[in-house]
């Protein structure tokens, strides 16, 4: 699954134990976000992990840390 840049920060400064996690922070952010390119990225990031398998969050964590375990 591929992720822009904007969503991939906006799960990073969100992200939590699990992708559904991650998701549910997301929308709890979203009525904060009123720029709307940010918010059209918040919407597609919560779209995008909630598509997303656990292994693919998985290895999207270990990418952003460098971090397999």
Known sequence: MTLTIEEKNLIA????????????MLREVLPDITAPE??????GAIRKLEAMS??????????ETGYAG
């Open 13 to 24: 400064l969100c992200r939590c134990r699990s992708r559904a996690e991650t998701a549910l």
């Open 54 to 63: 656990g292994a693919e969050f998985s290895a999207l964590l270990e990418w």
């Open 38 to 43: 940010e918010r059209t990225a918040a919407l």
